[in-house]
C-alpha cells in the first residue's frame, strides 16, 4: 500500500513538473520563446482617457465606460519582423458601445449645467429644457447626435498610431523594436519585457505610442 502510494506521490511530482516545465518554456532562450501570435484585451476606459487633456478628462470622469474593450494581436517572427494590431471590428463595437453610453451621459451633463446656471435642483430640469440644448450639436434628437458620432467614427484612423510593421531585437535582456521596416531596432531605446510559454508582457516606449499601449500583457494564441 506505502509502495502504492509513493509512486502516486512520485507520479504527481512528476506531473507538476512537466506542466512547471511546459510554463516555464523549459529552458527556453527570450528569442526562442517570443516567435508566435500573441492576443491581448484593451481597456476602453484607458483609450479615452489618452487621447483627452485635462479639461476633457473631467468630462470623462462623469461617464462610465467600463466593461468596453477592444482586441489587439502581435506577431513576432523567427525572421526578426514583428506586426502589432489593433482589431478594428472590436474596435467600432467599443466605440459604439461608448455611445450608447455617451449620449444619456451628455443629457444628464446638460441638466446639471442648466439647473447650476439657474440655481435649480436638477430634478426640476425637464426634458424640453434639455433638448433646446440639441441646437448647440445642430440636431433635432439624442438619437440623431448617436447617429452622428457613429458616423463619424473611423477606427483604421483612431488607431492608426497602435499599428505597426517593423523589426525587432533582443539584447541584453531588453527588447528593442523598430516603427517600420526599414528602421534598424538596435538604434532604438531599448524596452522592458518578460516572456513564457504562455505571456508576454511588453513595455513599450516613445512618443508615438499611445498611453494605453505603454504596458500590455499578451496571451499566447499560437
Request: aromatic share 8%; glycine share 6%; net charge negative.
Amino acid at each position: 500500500m506505502k509502495k502504492n502510494r509513493l509512486t502516486r506521490v512520485l507520479a504527481l511530482v512528476l506531473m507538476l513538473a512537466v506542466a512547471a516545465c511546459a510554463f516555464a518554456g523549459c529552458g527556453k532562450k527570450p528569442e526562442e520563446l517570443i516567435v508566435g501570435k500573441w492576443a491581448t484585451v484593451i481597456d476602453f476606459q484607458k483609450v479615452m482617457e489618452a487621447g483627452m487633456d485635462k479639461d476633457d478628462a473631467e468630462v470623462l470622469a462623469e461617464m462610465d465606460f467600463s466593461g468596453i474593450t477592444m482586441n489587439m494581436s502581435a506577431e513576432f517572427r523567427a525572421d526578426g519582423t514583428y506586426t502589432t494590431e489593433v482589431d478594428k471590428e472590436s474596435a467600432e463595437n467599443a466605440m459604439k458601445q461608448m455611445i450608447e453610453k455617451l449620449v444619456p451621459a451628455l443629457k444628464e451633463m446638460v441638466r446639471k449645467e442648466i439647473a447650476d446656471g439657474g440655481s435649480m435642483d436638477p430634478g426640476d430640469v425637464t426634458d424640453e429644457m434639455i433638448d433646446q440644448m440639441l441646437a448647440v450639436f445642430q440636431v433635432k434628437s439624442w438619437d440623431e447626435l448617436g447617429d452622428l458620432f457613429v458616423q463619424e467614427m473611423d477606427p483604421e484612423k483612431a488607431f492608426e498610431n497602435a499599428d505597426f510593421d517593423g523589426k525587432y531585437l533582443i539584447k541584453d535582456g531588453k527588447l528593442y523594436l523598430s516603427h517600420d521596416a526599414e528602421s534598424d531596432p538596435a538604434e532604438q531605446e531599448g524596452t522592458e519585457f518578460s516572456v513564457n510559454a504562455r505571456t508576454l508582457t511588453l513595455k513599450l516606449q516613445g512618443k508615438d505610442v499611445p498611453d494605453f499601449m505603454k504596458e500590455l500583457v499578451f496571451k499566447r494564441v499560437g
